[in-house]
């Protein structure tokens, strides 16, 4: 009984290992993104590590994700997607939305 | 200049739409506006000192801090707010109307008071925090100095308040006799699209399945960064692309306030008509 228990545990986290969600690193130094798009699969769970390399606080923002969140100076911050349609979808660092460096999309195909 | 004018003018429009709508609804309340003015500083205490500590913040329960926090406050405004226009609005209505009994107004205005102090306070707190970490950011950085990021801050901020303001005054002018309906409404709608921003923050911290995202793209229609779409967000939560969640939020937030109200009015007849 107790093997089969762990036998049923082991093929569980085995199988939450191989489920665990695919990461994607964005970075952000002299306020500009890097890179430019992402491409990430569609219809699943992914996370967005955003990586900010500037002294100075940032906000990842996207209107079309519905996703919004203050990256502090120097560190990083992980930002849950999905799952989405295949397409196009923009993002911002917020305090320089002007900027084009500062824009950026989310490629989901 | 221009950036920080019109970032501080966004999130500013937001906290004074709310202000001015909670300024109105609590109309006839004694002393309400030094309640208002302690709501405003005490959000502005509380937006540099969750601004400077951001970074702890950020970091707790395991990277969701944040959201947890922003939900943490916008589901505080939703109590209050619905506890504003359940118990409160029968009560405002007929202070306004009356003006007498001053020994019931002063105990029912503590607790409406209490009300108007806190939803002032969070509606500052949220939107202030965003706004003190980037006018950090412009003053720190070496592209802007010091002296234009405030001159750019405060223009933002009195266009925002200006905005806030016009509100106020237009509201005004609407006849006593739908006044507290129509103040009832917004304030409906501003508890419904903050639940709506709960649901928002609860998906990205991934607590809750977002349940379709987008449910529909009217974005090409009526753009959220639009002046128009700025203004419907802050007023009934107009999303140009929401998740189902956040519909779902809305929806049952609305519904559940709307019947309270209408439970209250019912049983404030019933009781008039069995005194009689």
């Known amino acids: 009984m107790k093997r089969l228990l762990s036998v049923a545990l082991l093929s569980f986290v085995a199988a939450s290992v191989m489920a665990a969600t695919e990461e994607f690193t964005l970075t952000i130094q002299n306020h500009a993104f890097a890179p430019k798009e992402v491409k990430i699969p569609a219809g699943k769970k992914v996370k967005l590590l955003v990586v900010n390399k500037d002294a100075t606080p940032a906000e990842f923002e996207s209107k079309p994700l519905g996703r919004e969140k203050v990256i502090p100076g120097k560190s990083a911050a992980t930002i849950n997607l999905g799952p989405l349609k295949p397409g196009r979808y923009a993002f911002v660092e917020e305090y320089h939305e002007n900027d084009a460096a500062a824009q950026g999309t989310i490629v989901v195909e | 200049m221009f950036a920080a004018a019109l970032i501080v003018f966004r999130e500013s429009l937001e906290a004074s739409l709310i202000i001015s709508i909670m300024a109105a609804a609590t109309r006839g309340i004694p002393s309400r506006g030094r309640w208002m003015v302690s709501g405003v500083l005490a959000g502005l205490l509380g937006a540099a000192l969750v601004a400077s500590s951001m970074e702890g913040i950020s970091m707790l329960a395991s990277g969701i801090g944040q959201e947890l926090f ?6 505080l405004a939703v109590g209050m707010l619905a506890w504003h226009n359940i118990w409160m609005s029968v009560h405002g209505r007929e202070m306004a109307a009356q003006a007498q009994n001053a020994a019931r107004a002063i105990s ?80 409906l709608l501003l508890a419904a ?55 779902l939020f809305y929806v049952v937030v609305l519904v559940a306030i709307a019947s309270g109200m209408f439970w209250v009015a019912q049983r404030g007849q019933s009781g008039r008509l069995s005194k009689q």
């Not at chain 2, 922003?70 to 589901?75: H, Q, R």
């Not at chain 2, 002018?173 to 103040?183: A, E, K, V």
Request: glycine residues 14%; charged residues 10%; aromatic residues 6%.
């Open chain 2, 70 to 75: 922003n939900a943490g406050v916008l589901t």
């Open chain 2, 108 to 187: 029912e205005g503590t607790r409406e008071r209490s009300v108007i102090f806190l939803v002032v306070a969070l509606a500052v707190l949220r939107e202030g925090s965003e706004t003190v970490l980037f006018l950090y950011g412009l003053a720190t950085g070496s592209e802007e100095g010091l002296r234009t990021t405030i001159t750019g801050g405060l223009s933002g901020l009195a266009a925002g308040a200006l905005v806030g303001g016009l509100l106020y005054a237009g509201l005004l002018r609407i006849p006593l006799r739908w006044f507290f309906s129509i103040t009832g409404i917004l304030v």
């Open chain 2, 193 to 247: 699209s903050m639940a709506s921003q709960v649901a928002r923050n609860l998906i990205q911290a991934d607590l809750l399945p977002s349940l379709g995202a987008p449910l529909w793209d009217t974005s090409a229609l009526l753009s959220q960064s639009s002046a128009a779409g700025t203004l419907l967000h802050g007023l009934i939560g107009y999303d140009a692309q929401p998740a189902g969640m956040q519909l």
